[in-house]
């Protein structure tokens, strides 16, 4: 669906759909994990691919609603730079040693957060209804998850550290 949702939201005519169906596309990734989890569906691959695809919607996502000036470039490089850090570094590493890391809770709290910011932002940009509200909840939300998202990269870093000193 991802290209179909960069094509929405850059031609303007569509950029109302895009974003609503961005929200979709990241929403049920979102409840996917958690029905996977609670119904003992998960598996070792589904670990490794969900939070690819949760960073890879949302980059996406950002890179769309960049280029179509809903979403401020600087704030797309700290959510992306920061994702691109963490699973190069810790590509990199946990191949190598053979070995592999669980998402933490607050990886998970922060990939929502921003999910969410990401949506209200680019919606209160875009000046579409109740753009005053979603906005400022959004820049709250970017705020919130962009820290927890720093503090999850510190503790996914500590956590590689720590693996492959063993």
Same mark, same amino acid.
């Given at each position: %669906?991802?290209?179909?949702?960069?094509?929405?939201?850059?031609?303007?005519?569509?950029?109302?759909?895009?974003?609503?169906? &961005?929200?979709?596309?990241?929403?049920? *990734?979102?409840? =996917?994990?958690? $029905?996977?989890?609670?119904?003992?569906?998960?598996?070792?691959?589904?670990?490794?691919? =969900?939070?690819?695809? =949760?960073?890879?919607? &949302?980059?996406?996502?950002?890179?769309?609603? $960049?280029? +179509?000036?809903?979403?401020?470039?600087?704030?797309?490089?700290?959510?992306?730079?920061? *994702?691109?850090?963490?699973?190069? $570094?810790?590509?990199?590493?946990?191949? +190598?040693?053979?070995?592999?890391? *669980?998402?933490?809770?607050?990886?998970?709290?922060?990939?929502? #957060? &921003? %999910?969410?910011? $990401?949506?209200? /932002? #680019?919606?209160?940009?875009?000046?579409?209804?109740?753009?005053?509200?979603?906005?400022?909840?959004?820049?709250?939300?970017? /705020?919130?998850?962009?820290?927890? #998202? !720093?503090?999850?990269?510190?503790? !996914? &870093?500590? *956590?590689?550290?720590?693996?492959?000193?063993?």
């Amino acid at each position: %669906m991802l290209p179909g949702v960069v094509w929405l939201i850059v031609r303007p005519s569509t950029t109302t759909i895009g974003v609503v169906v &961005l929200a979709l596309v990241l929403a049920t *990734d979102w409840v =996917d994990g958690v $029905v996977a989890r609670r119904t003992g569906q998960v598996s070792e691959l589904g670990r490794i691919l =969900d939070p690819l695809a =949760d960073r890879l919607a &949302l980059a996406v996502g950002l890179a769309a609603l $960049v280029a +179509r000036g809903a979403f401020p470039v600087w704030a797309a490089v700290l959510i992306v730079g920061r *994702d691109v850090a963490v699973l190069v $570094v810790g590509a990199i590493v946990l191949i +190598r040693r053979g070995v592999r890391i *669980d998402v933490r809770f607050i990886g998970k709290i922060a990939t929502f #957060s &921003l %999910m969410v910011a $990401v949506v209200w /932002v #680019s919606w209160g940009t875009l000046g579409l209804p109740l753009a005053e509200v979603t906005l400022a909840a959004g820049w709250i939300g970017f /705020v919130v998850g962009i820290v927890e #998202s !720093y503090f999850a990269a510190a503790v !996914y &870093l500590r *956590d590689i550290r720590h693996t492959t000193a063993a």
